[in-house]
């Protein structure tokens, strides 16, 4: 089986669990993040002003991820954030495991329900890194999705 996936659950509690998963993706200028269509995190905190500016776009550079991502306590009830390699092709938010597939994005997250999160990497090493915070975080109901598995899925 081909590896293209993971899927875990998270702790439904406040604190930075998108930043605890994409910090590795988010210390290199490498990518570029699309909002998925339908976003809905509930932070703990006001926004501050430049957090209401970043809130509102659909496309962030990684500084402006991380920055998102870092801002106080939250936990996401529903997102999807697509990264493309800053030096392709950025495409549009991905809505289904095809298009993933077939587009020129390089990762992919999502998170429904609060705790449960799809994570796709097209590079063994970033599939690699996001296992090893899996262990790291204790997080439970590790599965792996291959090629088959990802075409059936949807985002958004």
């Not at 875990?8 to 200028?29: H, I, Q, W």
């Amino acid at each position: 089986m081909e590896k293209i996936g993971l899927f875990f659950r998270v702790p439904n509690t406040y604190g930075k669990v998108l930043l605890d998963l994409l910090d590795s993706l988010l210390d290199e200028d490498e990518y570029i993040w699309k909002k998925g269509n339908h976003i809905e995190i509930l932070f703990s905190d006001d926004f501050n002003s430049e957090m209401k500016y970043i809130d509102r776009l659909k496309t962030l550079s990684n500084d402006q991820m991380k920055r998102y991502v870092s801002f106080g306590s939250y936990y996401p009830i529903i997102a999807t954030f697509s990264g493309y390699l800053t030096n392709g092709e950025i495409g549009s938010s991905i809505l289904n495991g095809k298009e993933f597939l077939n587009s020129s994005c390089n990762v992919l997250i999502s998170i429904v329900d609060t705790t449960e999160v799809t994570f796709l990497s097209k590079n063994n090493a970033v599939m690699t890194d996001m296992e090893k915070k899996y262990l790291q975080y204790n997080f439970s109901d590790l599965r792996y999705m291959d090629v088959e598995e990802c075409v059936k899925l949807r985002f958004d």
